[in-house]
């Protein structure tokens, strides 16, 4: 039994490019997945099911947050015929693979540094946009007040937490919604975010992530 995971409730897979699977595997529980790539029986590869998938988002499944990507597929059939991918807590078989769903590498595949597998790895936890990062700032400000967001977002976006200068919330604007949305904006707009970030927009699941995810995923 894997300790900071849950077994898989729902799992599909839903692109295989290049070297990699793509999909979601969603938890019965609230903590996330872990999918595991087999060649014969041997692991191959792990991935967390910690990124954004709109396949599972359009489903009402977890908000999306429920994707993984897990490379080495390439590596499997060189191993052995009989390639799988399983919950990595049960041990369950999600879906076998066959050779012929393999298709040609791609060029980067072929050229991947370790900082450029940093990069993937940092990038599959992001959020594709604003739009998937704001549920959870707005549930932070409702459940813990103005004060609080404002720590939350610059510890999430910045890393550090703010200073006596930093702005207030524009109690001005009307809604909720819309004094969040300018102050995240703002944070993302500045050169200091995109010096720690560089345009990337930290998911739940990113290390630092400080807004409240209760009752959302």
């Known amino acids: 039994m894997l300790y900071g995971y849950s077994s898989v409730a729902a799992f599909a897979v839903t692109e295989i490019s290049g070297d990699c ?3 979601y595997a969603a938890p019965n529980g609230e903590r996330p997945t872990l999918v595991k790539l087999t060649s014969d029986g041997a692991p191959v590869a792990f991935s967390r099911a910690t990124g954004y998938s709109p396949t599972a988002a359009a489903a009402g ?3 999306g947050w429920c994707a993984f990507q897990i490379h080495g597929l390439r590596s499997a059939f060189a191993i052995g015929d009989e390639v ?3 919950c990595g807590v049960s041990g369950e078989v999600l879906t076998s693979l066959s050779i012929d769903m393999l298709g040609a590498p791609k060029t980067e595949d072929l050229r991947l540094s370790a900082l450029d597998l940093v990069a993937l790895l940092r990038q599959s936890d992001a959020c594709p946009g604003l739009e998937q990062l704001l549920p959870f700032a707005l549930n932070h400000y ?3 007040g103005a004060r609080q967001f404002i720590e939350a977002s610059y ?3 910045l890393g550090r937490w703010p200073d006596p200068t930093a702005p207030d919330v524009d109690f001005s604007l009307e809604s909720d919604a819309e004094r969040i949305t300018v102050y995240i904006e703002d944070l993302i707009g500045s050169q200091e975010y995109k010096e720690k970030w560089g345009g990337i927009i930290p998911g739940p699941f990113v290390s630092g992530f400080r807004f409240d995810t209760t009752e959302l995923i």
């Open 84 to 86: 799988k991918l399983s």
């Open 61 to 63: 499944i977890r908000m």
């Open 142 to 144: 409702r459940r813990h």
């Open 21 to 23: 699977v793509y999909g």
């Open 155 to 157: 510890l999430t976006l």
